[in-house]
């Protein structure tokens, strides 16, 4: 077969002798994948820890995927009832179940490594969330989600979506207590919807509340159609990150129009590689030494039994806070039908008001800033206040609401009564992220301040001076390139100028309106700013007095070299 | 096997961390603590003696004959059961007013309990103190424990015992190291905001296959470490902290060997 190779156009010397070097020269010869791959190995990614957050969920992802293939293998879908016949645990023994519930304790307790098996699969779900929370923080307070990469924006928001559903979809399959309590509430949401809510329960359930369907369809959901979805999701994801390139943080020499860092192979593809076996590394050793959801612990459902403690898993916890936060007095009974705005508001309204925010975040920031241009440096989040005022009040809005779904916990552990908590977190649900974006803008704000301050005069040296004239100053050391590059290159965008109410005949103008709703907007954005010092502002706080005549450095902050051992690329 | 032998090096601990304990509070007594039934033919001399106790500590509460007073309730009828429960987790003489008397270190040796326990019993019929027999956790089934269990106790004390929440500052508190005794004293007299479990509603056996399912719980988890087996809030907090806490740990030190 050599032979062959060798005779066509190139010549001898080229020809591979080791077997890997044959086999991707075999390959390249019939698909010219070599291309691709050169270009794919020199695309250059930038460096930072928080990059990677997305990369564990990734990892987390491919966890799930493997040992939910193995769980697969073993459960069984049905509601269909028998009496455990397993010895272990002692307390199951003889107790009459549903065959989805008996096939996991089957799992748990007969199948070799099931329980291991188990206990990673929904550790990897918790930190599949987790990670993929912390990756979103990232990319909203960086303002990566700026233009052009919107899209995948919205994409990451469905794959976070997805996540909740699948993290749902598999929390309701064992059929224990506790999956089965939140089917129940899930079942109230649905209902609580007003004129379509009961159709809808029918529907998904095959009849009334639990009817002996919803584990077989959840069983679809979970294991095929969200998989497939977020499968599919995480490849344009990543199609559209490889596309973009990378975002990079601020620094000297990196712009808008070039990425700085390291070629994806070698050094970025080995980091990645690291990455990867360090999520199955903390994955595995969480599933073999932690408990999670000891399903034997709940019991099979059973419709009338909630424990104390019963929660759902943490990225659903928000949920669970609302409704337990919402006085029980609004709900009402009109004309003979039910308007349940007790569970409607909490359940629907809030969390729709909070995802709603997500989704449109990037545009209504389009908007206000009237910036179409493309971004490719990362924003520091001091330097966009109401951007990282409005990310923190979001965040405690979310936290103060799964506390309140933990408020049990909290009484007991904080000796606190749970009335006297649920009342706080009611008034605290409101003032709270107020406070929060007020505390965090106003941080934002003065470490814009300090920047300048550092920018114009340079850092205290602690080295006093004492002139001829009887004067004393401190020294201070002016700011190194790229220190000052850091602080210096940021937009600091004002309000939206807008056209008059009526154009040069006096006639009313078609949008003014709206035009002056977005203004107010933007004013809400940025009529608290601070500029970057100016060239000229530099050069004047450089000059005054013969003070710096001690050694500061007269430079213009323009094009930088990048780091020495990183390397450069056109976008 | 090796769950086989765990097993029962847990269940010897809390008996000897309660032995310890009573050893430390009642002096040499606690070796040979007074088998219960000897509460019931409680003597003349032990009515007398715990009569003296009760005026010299709990009278100025519930009055000097035990008729109650408006600070606390009549103990006449209240049977040995609810007096060896109270004194013996600590609950009695009260002390502190909270939302709910609190269990602490008990101030009356076995002896002095056993007393009090005659001479309240001896002021009206009331439920006695269970036999050793009663409340052995290794008579009981676990299985039909843990069913009564689901539906008679774990709303208010979580899905294992390991307590939870009521209203206005009150809570049902952990079951994970009471003793069979109280335990089955506690259902039969329901202290302060919860139910009493008389034995028509819950039958002396059923009490003991309950004992046997808390027992159970004592082994610790098939699945390693329990998080106190408080569910899903505790496991959320610790996919965070150890998962995320790792992972970016991990993340920064690879940053860190790579540049
Ligand atoms: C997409 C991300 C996924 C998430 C967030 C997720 C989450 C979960 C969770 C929280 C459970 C409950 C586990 C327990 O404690 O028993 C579960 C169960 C299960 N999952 Fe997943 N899962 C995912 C993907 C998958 C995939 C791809 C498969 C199979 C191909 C799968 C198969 C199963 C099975 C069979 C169960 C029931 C196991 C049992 O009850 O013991 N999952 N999943």
Same mark, same amino acid.
């Not at chain 1, 990319?139 to 469905?158: C, D, I, Q, S, Y």
């Not at chain 1, 593809?269 to 994955?283: P, R, S």
């Not at chain 1, 800033?369 to 990362?378: I, M, P, S």
């Not at chain 2, 046997?212 to 959320?236: H, K, M, N, T, Y």
């Given at each position: ?571 | ?44 001399? +032990?009515?007398?003696? @715990?009569?003296? /106790? &009760?005026?010299? !500590? $709990?009278?100025? *509460? =519930?009055?000097?004959?035990?008729? #109650? ?71 009981? +089934?676990?299985?039909? @424990?843990?069913? /009564? &269990?689901?539906? !008679? $106790?774990?709303? *208010? =004390?979580?899905?294992?015992?390991? #307590? ?96």
């Amino acid at each position: 077969m050599s032979t062959t190779t060798t005779d066509t156009k190139r010549p001898a010397a080229a020809a591979p002798k080791t077997a890997a070097g044959k086999a991707a020269d075999y390959l390249d010869q019939r698909t010219s994948v070599g291309v691709a791959v050169k270009e794919f190995a020199r695309k250059i990614f930038p460096d930072h820890w928080s990059f990677m957050l997305g990369e564990f969920a990734l990892y987390s992802f491919v966890v799930l995927l493997i040992s939910g293939v193995f769980l697969a293998l073993f459960f069984q879908p049905s509601m269909a009832l028998v009496y455990y016949e397993g010895e272990n645990p002692a307390s199951m023994h003889g107790e009459l179940m549903s065959i989805a519930f008996a096939s996991t304790l089957d799992l748990s307790f007969e199948v070799r490594g099931g329980l291991l098996m188990r206990q990673i699969h929904h550790w990897a779900a918790l930190v599949f969330m987790a990670s993929i929370v912390t990756h979103m923080m990232r990319v909203f307070f960086t303002g990566a989600f700026r233009k052009p990469r919107e899209l995948n924006w919205l994409v990451g928001m469905l794959l976070m979506i997805l996540g909740l559903l699948a993290g749902f979809s598999g929390y309701s399959l064992p059929d224990d207590v506790l999956s089965g309590n939140g089917l129940r509430i899930t079942d109230g949401v649905v209902k609580s919807i007003p004129i379509i809510g009961s159709y809808m329960s029918y529907f998904i359930f095959g009849g009334e509340f639990p009817g002996e369907h919803i584990i077989a369809r959840l069983f679809t959901v979970h294991i095929l159609l969200v998989p497939a979805l977020i499968l599919a999701l995480i490849g344009l994801h990543l199609f559209l990150m490889v596309l973009h390139k990378h975002t990079q943080f601020p620094g000297g020499g990196r712009t808008d129009k070039n990425v700085v860092g390291y070629p994806l192979f070698p050094v970025y593809a080995a980091k990645m590689g690291g990455n990867f076996f360090l999520t199955f590394g903390v994955l595995a050793l969480m599933g073999a030494t932690m408990s999670i959801n000891n399903v034997w612990n709940y019991g099979p459902y059973d419709p009338s039994p909630v424990g104390a403690g019963a929660q759902p898993d943490w990225y659903m916890l928000f949920l669970e806070g609302s409704l337990r936060l919402m006085p029980g007095q609004t709900e009402y009974v009109i004309a003979g039908y039910t308007l349940s705005l007790n569970v409607l508001i909490p359940a629907v309204i809030i969390p729709g008001l909070l995802f709603t925010f997500l989704f449109v975040y990037p545009f209504v920031e389009a908007k206000v800033t009237g910036d179409t241009r493309e971004h490719h440096v990362l924003d520091r989040p001091r330097n966009v206040p109401v951007r990282t005022g409005l990310g923190v009040a979001f965040l405690t809005a979310f936290i103060i609401l799964a506390v309140a779904g933990s408020n049990d916990l909290v009484a007991t552990h904080f000796q606190m009564s749970l009335n006297a908590i649920t009342w706080a977190l009611r008034i605290l649900f409101f003032v709270g992220p107020v406070i929060a974006f007020w505390i965090t803008k106003r941080i934002c704000l003065g470490l814009q301040r300090k920047d300048r301050e550092l920018v114009l005069h340079g850092h205290e040296s602690g080295r006093i001076v004492r002139f001829a004239n009887g004067e004393y100053i401190e020294v201070h050391t002016p700011l190194d390139d790229q220190e000052r590059w850091l602080r210096v290159n940021y937009d600091a965008y004002k309000p939206l100028e807008i056209a008059p109410a009526t154009d040069a005949r006096g006639v009313k103008r078609k949008g003014y309106k709206a035009d002056k709703r977005w203004q107010r907007l933007s004013k809400f954005f940025f009529e608290d700013r601070v500029e970057p010092v100016t060239p000229s502002e530099l050069a004047a706080a450089h000059s005054h007095g013969e003070h710096d005549s001690l050694g500061s450095v007269h430079e213009q902050h323009d094009a930088l070299p990048a780091g020495a051992s990183s390397t450069e690329q056109e976008r | 096997m090796k769950a086989l032998a765990a097993r029962r090096h847990h269940r010897a601990a809390p008996v000897v961390l309660l032995l310890l304990a009573l050893l430390v509070t009642g002096g040499v007594y606690a070796v040979l603590a007074p088998s219960p039934a000897q509460a019931e033919t409680a003597s003349t001399a +032990d009515i007398e003696t @715990g009569k003296k /106790l &009760f005026q010299a !500590n $709990c009278a100025t *509460c =519930h009055g000097p004959n035990a008729e #109650g007073t408006a600070e606390a309730p009549s103990l006449v009828g209240v049977g040995a059961a609810a007096v060896d429960f109270q004194v013996s987790t600590g609950r009695m003489p009260m002390q502190m007013n909270g939302p709910q008397a609190m269990a602490k270190p008990p101030q009356m040796d076995e002896e002095q309990t056993a007393a009090l326990a005659a001479y309240v019993a001896s002021l009206g019929a009331g439920p006695a103190i269970p036999t050793d027999e009663q409340v052995d956790p290794a008579l009981g +089934d676990p299985a039909h @424990g843990m069913a /009564l &269990f689901r539906t !008679n $106790c774990s709303m *208010c =004390h979580n899905a294992v015992g390991a #307590g939870g929440a009521l209203s206005e500052g009150k809570w049902a508190p952990p079951l994970t190291d009471v003793s069979p005794r109280n335990i089955y004293q506690a259902m039969l007299t329901g202290p302060q905001s919860m139910p009493v479990f008389n034995d028509a509603n819950i039958t002396p056996e059923d009490k003991r296959d309950i004992i046997a399912f808390l027992d159970e719980q004592r082994d610790g988890s098939a699945g390693g470490i329990s998080l106190g087996s408080l569910g899903p809030v505790s496991e959320g907090l610790w996919a965070w902290v150890v998962g995320l806490g790792l992972l970016i740990a991990g993340a920064v030190w690879i940053g860190a060997k790579s540049s």
